[in-house]
Protein backbone atom coordinates (compact mmCIF):
# COMPACT_ATOMS: atom_id res chain seq x y z
CA UNK A 1 0.00 0.00 0.00
CA UNK A 2 1.92 3.52 -0.84
CA UNK A 3 0.47 6.20 0.95
CA UNK A 4 0.04 9.89 -0.42
CA UNK A 5 2.53 12.53 0.67
CA UNK A 6 0.80 14.94 3.57
CA UNK A 7 0.12 17.56 1.38
CA UNK A 8 -2.27 15.18 -1.09
CA UNK A 9 -3.69 14.48 2.99
CA UNK A 10 -4.32 18.11 3.68
CA UNK A 11 -5.77 18.93 0.28
CA UNK A 12 -8.46 15.99 0.47
CA UNK A 13 -9.12 16.50 4.00
CA UNK A 14 -9.74 20.28 3.32
CA UNK A 15 -11.94 19.02 0.86
CA UNK A 16 -13.80 16.09 2.41
CA UNK A 17 -14.06 18.67 4.78
CA UNK A 18 -16.20 21.36 2.80
CA UNK A 19 -18.42 19.18 1.01
CA UNK A 20 -19.24 17.74 4.78
CA UNK A 21 -19.99 20.97 5.81
CA UNK A 22 -21.84 22.56 2.65
CA UNK A 23 -23.85 19.13 2.32
CA UNK A 24 -24.95 19.11 6.05
CA UNK A 25 -27.54 20.58 7.71
CA UNK A 26 -25.75 19.74 11.33
CA UNK A 27 -27.81 19.85 14.21
CA UNK A 28 -27.15 20.36 17.70
CA UNK A 29 -25.15 19.04 20.50
CA UNK A 30 -26.06 17.25 23.66
CA UNK A 31 -25.14 17.06 26.80
CA UNK A 32 -22.19 14.59 27.92
CA UNK A 33 -23.94 13.07 30.70
CA UNK A 34 -20.75 13.02 32.47
CA UNK A 35 -20.63 16.61 34.11
CA UNK A 36 -20.30 18.93 31.33
CA UNK A 37 -22.68 21.82 30.91
CA UNK A 38 -25.75 21.45 28.78
CA UNK A 39 -25.24 22.87 25.50
CA UNK A 40 -28.07 25.87 26.33
CA UNK A 41 -25.25 27.69 29.20
CA UNK A 42 -22.47 27.29 25.72
CA UNK A 43 -21.37 30.81 25.51
CA UNK A 44 -20.86 32.10 22.05
CA UNK A 45 -17.14 33.22 21.07
CA UNK A 46 -15.98 34.93 17.96
CA UNK A 47 -12.91 32.84 17.45
CA UNK A 48 -15.09 29.62 17.71
CA UNK A 49 -17.89 30.93 15.21
CA UNK A 50 -15.69 30.52 12.66
CA UNK A 51 -15.02 26.77 13.53
CA UNK A 52 -18.33 25.71 14.83
CA UNK A 53 -18.42 22.29 13.68
CA UNK A 54 -16.87 19.17 14.29
CA UNK A 55 -17.21 16.30 12.07
CA UNK A 56 -16.12 12.68 12.58
CA UNK A 57 -13.59 11.75 9.34
CA UNK A 58 -10.78 8.81 8.26
CA UNK A 59 -7.40 10.03 7.37
CA UNK A 60 -6.04 6.78 5.48
CA UNK A 61 -3.20 6.93 7.57
CA UNK A 62 -4.30 7.36 11.12
CA UNK A 63 -7.74 6.53 10.75
CA UNK A 64 -11.27 8.28 12.08
CA UNK A 65 -10.58 11.18 14.26
CA UNK A 66 -12.21 14.03 14.83
CA UNK A 67 -11.84 17.59 12.93
CA UNK A 68 -13.56 21.19 13.14
CA UNK A 69 -15.24 22.82 10.69
CA UNK A 70 -12.22 23.96 8.62
CA UNK A 71 -10.89 20.45 8.75
CA UNK A 72 -8.19 20.90 11.56
CA UNK A 73 -7.42 18.08 13.45
CA UNK A 74 -9.07 18.58 16.94
CA UNK A 75 -7.14 16.87 19.86
CA UNK A 76 -7.43 15.63 23.79
CA UNK A 77 -4.89 15.53 26.69
CA UNK A 78 -4.33 13.03 28.31
CA UNK A 79 -3.59 15.20 31.22
CA UNK A 80 -7.81 16.66 31.73
CA UNK A 81 -9.83 14.07 33.18
CA UNK A 82 -13.41 12.99 31.22
CA UNK A 83 -14.92 12.40 34.60
CA UNK A 84 -15.66 14.91 35.75
CA UNK A 85 -14.66 16.58 32.71
CA UNK A 86 -11.61 19.07 33.70
CA UNK A 87 -9.38 21.37 31.63
CA UNK A 88 -5.69 21.30 33.08
CA UNK A 89 -4.35 23.43 30.15
CA UNK A 90 -4.00 26.95 30.88
CA UNK A 91 -1.39 29.89 30.10
CA UNK A 92 1.09 29.27 27.84
CA UNK A 93 -0.13 25.62 27.33
CA UNK A 94 -3.71 27.15 26.00
CA UNK A 95 -1.83 29.16 23.83
CA UNK A 96 0.21 26.69 22.14
CA UNK A 97 -3.22 24.43 22.29
CA UNK A 98 -6.02 26.50 21.99
CA UNK A 99 -9.31 25.01 23.38
CA UNK A 100 -12.57 24.54 21.43
CA UNK A 101 -15.10 26.57 22.83
CA UNK A 102 -18.49 26.22 22.99
CA UNK A 103 -20.88 27.89 20.56
CA UNK A 104 -24.58 28.14 20.44
CA UNK A 105 -24.81 26.36 17.25
CA UNK A 106 -22.05 23.50 17.64
CA UNK A 107 -22.53 21.43 14.35
CA UNK A 108 -22.09 17.63 14.60
CA UNK A 109 -21.29 15.41 11.64
CA UNK A 110 -20.69 11.69 12.44
CA UNK A 111 -20.55 12.32 16.03
CA UNK A 112 -23.35 10.97 18.58
CA UNK A 113 -25.02 14.47 20.19
CA UNK A 114 -24.89 12.57 23.68
CA UNK A 115 -21.15 12.25 24.24
CA UNK A 116 -20.73 16.16 23.07
CA UNK A 117 -21.40 18.75 26.17
CA UNK A 118 -18.88 21.58 27.75
CA UNK A 119 -16.90 22.06 30.75
CA UNK A 120 -16.06 25.75 32.59
CA UNK A 121 -12.47 26.66 32.09
CA UNK A 122 -11.09 28.45 35.03
CA UNK A 123 -11.66 31.86 32.88
CA UNK A 124 -15.05 31.51 32.33
CA UNK A 125 -15.13 30.37 29.00
CA UNK A 126 -16.90 27.30 27.96
CA UNK A 127 -15.21 24.10 26.42
CA UNK A 128 -16.30 22.01 24.37
CA UNK A 129 -15.97 18.38 25.61
CA UNK A 130 -16.13 14.62 23.61
CA UNK A 131 -17.02 11.89 25.97
CA UNK A 132 -15.98 14.34 28.96
CA UNK A 133 -12.70 15.08 27.15
CA UNK A 134 -11.81 19.06 26.70
CA UNK A 135 -11.05 20.02 23.10
CA UNK A 136 -8.49 21.07 21.40
CA UNK A 137 -6.32 22.83 18.42
CA UNK A 138 -2.80 22.71 17.99
CA UNK A 139 -1.46 25.88 16.86
CA UNK A 140 1.06 24.73 14.36
CA UNK A 141 -1.96 22.51 12.53
CA UNK A 142 -2.29 25.38 9.71
CA UNK A 143 -3.79 22.70 6.81
CA UNK A 144 -6.96 20.10 6.71
CA UNK A 145 -5.65 17.14 8.11
CA UNK A 146 -2.11 18.35 9.71
CA UNK A 147 -1.55 16.32 12.44
CA UNK A 148 2.02 17.86 13.92
CA UNK A 149 0.71 17.81 17.74
CA UNK A 150 0.17 13.97 17.73
CA UNK A 151 1.84 12.19 20.73
CA UNK A 152 3.42 15.45 21.87
CA UNK A 153 4.93 15.15 25.68
CA UNK A 154 3.15 11.65 25.31
CA UNK A 155 0.07 13.24 26.42
CA UNK A 156 -1.78 14.94 23.00
CA UNK A 157 -3.90 12.87 20.38
CA UNK A 158 -5.97 13.72 18.00
CA UNK A 159 -9.08 12.26 19.11
CA UNK A 160 -11.46 9.59 17.55
CA UNK A 161 -15.70 10.06 17.54
CA UNK A 162 -15.84 8.25 20.60
CA UNK A 163 -13.43 9.91 22.56
CA UNK A 164 -10.70 7.58 22.49
CA UNK A 165 -7.02 8.88 21.36
CA UNK A 166 -5.77 8.56 17.95
CA UNK A 167 -2.65 6.79 18.94
CA UNK A 168 -1.39 4.56 15.50
CA UNK A 169 -3.91 2.94 13.48
CA UNK A 170 -4.34 -0.45 13.19
CA UNK A 171 -7.03 -0.62 10.30
CA UNK A 172 -7.13 2.91 8.85
CA UNK A 173 -8.96 1.85 6.00
CA UNK A 174 -8.04 0.54 2.34
CA UNK A 175 -9.98 3.60 0.42
CA UNK A 176 -6.80 5.82 0.22
CA UNK A 177 -9.50 8.15 0.66
CA UNK A 178 -9.96 11.31 3.29
CA UNK A 179 -13.97 11.18 4.52
CA UNK A 180 -16.37 9.00 6.52
Same mark, same amino acid.
Given at each position: M???????? #?? %? #?GLA?? &???????G???G?S??G?H??G? %?? %??? #?A??????????? &?DI??????? $???T??? &?? /???? /???K????G??????P???????? /??????GN????????????QV??????L??H???????????QG???????I?P?G $? /?V?SA??P?DS?E?GL
Amino acid at each position: MTHAPRPLI #AL %A #AGLATL &FLVAGCDGGGYGSSGTGGHSPGQ %AV %ANT #AAEDQSGLNAVRA &FDIGRLVVDA $KGLTVYR &FD /KDTA /KPPKSNCEGDCAVAWPPVLATSDL /KLNGIDGNLVGSVSRSDGTEQVTLAGWPLYRHNTDQMPGETSGQGADGAWYPITPEG $K /KVQSAESPGDSGEFGL
